[in-house]
């Protein structure tokens, strides 16, 4: 499985400086997951995927703080499409 982070960093940015956003993304994930698309925010190029959302709809946390946590041990478990391709083995990937 891959993730994308720059769609997941959307996701965690647009809830840091949305509030509401931020209540919604932690009172019902799956409909702020689906509205993710009509973000003002949202760079056109940045899409997120429906095995992006399930994963994030997946995560556990009642804080922005806990959801976030959830975000890194995910993206800790899987690798990026763009880390699949450009990081030689043993590099660190930064980002």
């Known amino acids: 499985m891959s993730l994308n982070i720059e769609a997941v960093q959307l996701v965690v940015g647009a809830a840091i400086i949305d509030q509401r956003f931020c209540d919604q993304l932690l009172r019902d994930r799956e409909r702020a997951l689906r509205a993710v698309e ?51 083995p043993g590099d660190a990937i930064v980002g």
């Open 38 to 88: 009509r973000l003002p925010v949202r760079p056109r190029h940045v899409r997120l995927s429906a095995a992006d959302r399930r994963a994030l709809e997946a995560i556990r946390g009642q804080s922005l703080v806990e959801f976030a946590r959830g975000v890194e041990r995910l993206r800790r478990t899987v690798q990026s499409p763009a880390a699949q391709h450009t990081a030689p």
